[in-house]
């Protein structure tokens, strides 16, 4: 397996610790084997180092010169349109649905357990339909 | 007085603490100027007619006599005795409104959800299954067995029949000690012995219910969860739900 993202200059990463967390900013410069300069004006993360623990990588890269400033980083990444490109991803669709899951009372709650339960048999009755004529299918073949 | 903000800080103490607090409000600034009401002398003695000729015909005499004995055995008052008490509305929570569905966390019918109909005045919940869908008759339930949720059922328009009171639901021991043979041998399906309601408690369930259900199926699933028993499931924490 070859790593595909890295910690890199115009980088954008998920921010998943203290008050940003949940935030998209873009690694700046990198400062030593800890910690990154990071900006996220598109997002309200102020300029500000963070730890590469406090991060996740996303696939999602800017193309920003060394020194850039955050009007820079503002305009490249609304030229790429990340915050688009995000909310579009399965891993953004995953934390809103984590999310909207949480908020759910318990009236939605019994109400998405019943869909469940309604999809489940759906999918069961067309899997074993399926089943059943390629058996036969199966069957006939083999019996010529 | 001027508002002085104090904000929290992350770990959930306050910015500035009282003495500070005391300082940035500056009170000592503002003089107090409260009106006393002017005290009205009561009179202490009072004058009374006396008899007999020598008497000179009135006396002064104090208004109120200390008591010519008193009693070593003081009557006890009873422990945690206040006046007025019974007066006082009992306090229920905000989240408990009328229409409220609530889950019931004790009793024979924990688990069940239900609808509150209002707060009666001794500080319990009425509630109703309705006991056409989940078998929860009209009945009187503690507030603090219960989790209120966000779902609600509107009540515009019910009218809960009068007879619908704390002290309906008082049961009568006394009679039921006296003569029992008032609910007879006659037993349900299940063997158990039957208990003959009032028809008046009859008549109001029939109410309640008829309104209940027609407004419960207004929404679609309402009907199935009121019907349902509440539980935990996997990754579902009592803690960090939403009701």
Redesign the interface.
């Known amino acids: 397996m070859v790593f595909t993202r890295y910690v890199e200059r115009g980088r954008v990463v998920l921010i998943n610790q203290g008050p940003n967390e949940g935030k998209l900013a873009v690694i700046v410069n990198v400062i030593d084997n800890s910690r990154a300069l990071v900006d996220g004006p598109n997002t309200g993360v102020v300029r500000s180092p963070l730890n590469f623990k406090h991060m996740n990588l996303t696939d999602f890269k800017i193309d920003i010169p060394l020194f850039a400033r955050t009007s820079a980083v503002r305009k490249a990444f609304k030229e790429a349109d990340i915050s688009g490109k995000w909310a579009q991803s399965a891993w953004a669709k995953k934390i809103a649905r984590r999310e909207k899951r949480a908020s759910l009372s318990d009236f939605e709650r019994f109400v998405v357990k019943v869909n469940r339960i309604k999809r489940g048999r759906v999918v069961k009755s067309i899997l074993t339909h399926e089943k059943r004529k390629a058996g036969k299918a199966r069957r006939a073949a083999a019996s010529k | 007085m001027p508002r002085v903000t104090n904000p929290i800080l992350?770990g959930g103490i306050e910015r500035y603490g009282r003495s500070v607090q005391d300082k940035r409000r500056r009170r000592w600034k503002v003089k107090k100027t409260t009106v006393k009401p002017a005290k009205v002398q009561k009179p202490k003695t009072k004058q009374v007619p006396v008899g007999g000729e020598k008497n000179g015909g009135k006396r002064v005499v104090p208004v109120h006599h200390s008591p010519r004995f008193v009693s070593v055995d003081q009557p006890k008052r009873p422990i945690g005795y206040k006046v007025g008490r019974k007066n006082r509305p009992a306090k229920i929570r905000q989240s408990l409104t009328p229409g409220t569905?609530v889950?019931m966390v004790a009793g024979p019918f924990r688990g069940k959800?239900v609808v509150m109909l209002k707060a009666l005045p001794s500080g319990l919940l009425l509630v109703s299954g309705p006991m056409s869908i989940n078998g929860v008759p009209l009945r009187r339930v503690n507030p603090a067995f219960v989790i209120a949720?966000?779902?609600k059922v509107d009540l515009t328009g019910l009218e809960v029949p009068e007879c619908v009171n704390d002290e309906m639901f008082k049961r009568n021991v006394k009679g039921k000690a006296k003569k029992p043979e008032f609910f007879g041998d006659k037993k349900n399906k299940y063997g158990e012995r039957q208990i003959k309601l009032p028809q008046e408690r009859v008549e109001a369930q029939k109410v309640v219910d008829r309104f209940l259900v027609t407004k419960v199926k207004q929404t679609p699933?309402?009907k199935?969860?009121l019907g349902?028993k509440?539980t935990l499931e996997k990754n579902?924490f009592p803690h960090?739900?939403?009701?």
């Open positions: 992350p569905v889950i959800r949720t966000s779902t699933l309402l199935r969860y349902a509440f579902l960090a739900i939403k009701f």
